[in-house]
């Protein structure tokens, strides 16, 4: 477990969803453009919470991915 600001990971992935594209800004007015963070390797399957394990994503895409590794989804 490595402890980080998420802006960090916000600002390396330019403020964008990583799997769709979609342009995102910290604003809870507009749910559907906040960012979260994904865990490319979920740790529910064994990925760590680190800097190079998480990745800028929007909601839908993050409730879409859910636990599943990339290569399990049709993207």
């Known amino acids: 477990y490595e402890r980080f600001d998420k802006e960090i990971i916000y600002k390396r992935d330019g403020w964008a969803c990583v799997y769709c594209g ?11 453009t906040v960012p979260t963070i994904d865990h490319v390797v979920p740790i529910s399957r064994g ?8 990745v800028t994503s929007c909601q839908s895409c993050n409730s879409k991915k859910h636990n599943k590794l990339l290569a399990e989804l049709n993207w």
């Open 47 to 54: 990925g760590a919470h680190i800097i190079e394990n998480c």
């Open 22 to 32: 979609k342009p995102l800004i910290k604003d809870t007015r507009h749910p559907d």
